[in-house]
């Protein structure tokens, strides 16, 4: 498969001396839905940055789509569309005319760009407010123009920096369906995100970074598989027994009605639910007490830490 | 390329008309007043000056003040505007050539300079009786004079970190050379010092050559004043496209 967007060794010092990059190299796959995780002042920001021409690299190279970044950078960058994390349009600009103005910026003409605009106002819920002002938007809705904005060129790679920070949990799932959609229809999509769960529900491959280096890049599968045990908690239909038989599991009464199960390799929830039963215990709803991503996130951002100090 | 240009200058145009109150209107209101008290009220008693009534004399030198203030104030503000809210990063993450940015941003500063000199034009001839001695000087004065200062104004709003800094250059920099320009007197009528003085301000030519479009009298040779300005703008456009090209304030 062709690769979308490759760095090799990619750094970046910016002028008080932060070493926000320390030569990362990352791989991603065309048409793959790619997540770039890290805590804050990790590195993501900057490498999209890079990738996307608005920060100078101090050294490495970019490869997207087969193109060096050195010598077709304008090329490049009608490959990628991008959603930053910081809103970057002019507050005082209808938000039509923000759109078909970055579709002129990518040598589309303004009368071929209002129907691409009219579908993705339509498909973000802003065509009401098309005349309006940017200013005049809710936080939501001012992700949604962006989103539709790095949508305009209709371009071969999404990039997404917290594309759902502050927006609500339904335009949230709409917007993830619309991810989906995309990247089903061929689109590659880098995600970087805090929402975890965000993540895990929509990439297959993922890069971690902490303090400017790549401390893990794997697929979300074989990452999640590392964890080596899950912890759930189990709400029973009736009140629970005070004395629960561990047969070979691990388990916790946590309330009345509230049961923390850690699970392991030998013991599946079909292994526990069926001991469960066996004591009179019916279960009716099951929930995860953590989620795994966030785990492993965790555990891998804070043994680089600590192999530091 | 085309179509990236055409977009800048459009988008430039609209935000400009948009604000008309703030950008249009003012300069007309106050070149009018200027007509009202230095031509109409005191210009009879100062008479003529290179054998024109001081009027008339008067109203080159206004309609190049508007056309300098306002070709600067369109591309320092828009800029530094487009640095200050990010977007900027829309022509960035764009396939934009950086010379392209350039010309949009300095085509919007003419626009806006010719717009406002023509409204300023037209309220002047509700005030005096003139005719344009020749429309070529008029045009290229005004086109090379408003390039000029589009492209000033674009220096500034790459250097400037805050809204103090591209109010600084037009208020200290760019009004007293304006007025010490000859804008609203010939430089015959200074002593020997302050007429070579005179000379090594820029202003002092395009003013020369628009008078002379427009009324036909000059003190300085019309296509020294045009090699002048060029070579002004060929310095000025260098500068602007490195600035631009290294990211200067831009990108880090």
């Known amino acids: 498969m062709q690769v979308a967007l490759s760095t090799k060794g990619l750094q970046k010092t910016y002028t008080n001396q932060l070493e926000a990059l320390k030569g990362i190299d990352l791989r991603v796959e065309q048409g793959d839905f790619f997540a770039l995780l890290g805590s804050n002042g990790a590195g993501k920001t900057t490498a999209i940055g890079i990738v996307c021409g608005l920060l100078n690299k101090t050294a490495g190279d970019i490869e997207v789509l087969g193109l060096d970044q050195n010598t077709h950078s304008n090329e490049i960058k009608r490959l990628i569309g991008l959603m930053p994390q910081e809103f970057n349009f002019n507050p005082f600009e209808p938000i039509e005319e923000i759109l078909i103005n970055q579709a002129g910026y990518h040598g589309i003409s303004r009368s071929a760009s209002r129907a691409q605009a009219e579908i993705l106002l339509k498909r973000m819920q802003l065509w009401d407010k098309r005349f309006d002002m940017a200013k005049s938007l809710s936080g939501g809705m001012k992700r949604r123009l962006m989103l539709a904005r790095a949508l305009i060129h209709q371009p071969k790679i999404l990039i997404l920096d917290e594309p759902t920070a502050g927006v609500d949990v339904e335009i949230r799932r709409s917007m993830w369906a619309y991810l989906k959609e995309l990247n089903h229809e061929g689109m590659t999509i880098i995600l970087t995100t805090h929402y975890l769960e965000e993540a895990e529900s929509l990439c297959r491959h993922i890069a971690i970074l902490d303090e400017g280096e790549v401390v893990e890049q794997t697929s979300m599968k074989k990452l999640l598989s590392k964890v080596a045990h899950q912890v759930i908690i189990l709400e029973s239909v009736s009140s629970l027994p005070e004395q629960i038989k561990e047969d070979g599991f691990e388990c916790e009464r946590l309330d009345d009605y509230s049961l923390q199960v850690v699970l392991d390799s030998d013991n599946n929830i079909t292994n526990v639910l069926q001991n469960l039963a066996k004591q009179g215990i019916s279960v009716d709803h099951v929930r995860s007490a953590q989620n795994r991503l966030e785990t492993l996130f965790l555990r891998l951002t804070q043994k680089q830490q600590s192999e530091q100090h | ?252």
């Open chain 2, 1 to 252: 390329m085309w179509i990236a240009y055409k977009t800048i200058v459009i988008k430039e145009v609209l935000r400009f008309s948009r604000i008309w109150v703030q950008t249009i209107f003012p300069p007309i209101i106050t070149t009018s007043l200027y007509l009202l008290i230095f031509g109409g009220l005191m210009g009879e008693r100062i008479g003529q000056m290179q054998g024109i009534d001081y009027l008339q004399y008067i109203i080159p030198g206004i309609i190049l003040m508007t056309v300098i203030t306002n070709s600067y104030a369109n591309t320092v503000s828009s800029f530094f505007l487009a640095k200050f809210n990010h977007s900027i990063e829309e022509l960035l993450v764009a396939p934009v050539p950086y010379w392209v940015i350039l010309l949009g941003y300095i085509s919007g500063g003419v626009a806006r300079g010719f717009i406002v000199g023509l409204g300023v034009f037209i309220a002047v001839s509700f005030f005096v009786e003139f005719t344009i001695d020749s429309l070529f000087i008029t045009f290229f004065t005004f086109l090379l004079t408003a390039i000029l200062f589009s492209l000033a104004g674009f220096i500034n709003a790459i250097f400037a970190q805050s809204f103090d800094d591209i109010s600084i250059v037009p208020t200290f920099i760019l009004m007293p050379m304006t007025y010490l320009g000859g804008m609203f007197y010939s430089i015959d009528i200074l002593p020997q010092f302050w007429q070579d003085v005179s000379k090594f301000n820029p202003i002092y030519y395009m003013v020369d050559s628009f008078r002379l479009g427009f009324l036909g009298v000059s003190t300085s040779d019309f296509w020294t004043s045009m090699s002048v300005l060029l070579v002004m703008i060929a310095m000025l456009a260098t500068v602007s496209f490195y600035l631009l090209k290294k990211g200067v304030n831009i990108k880090t």
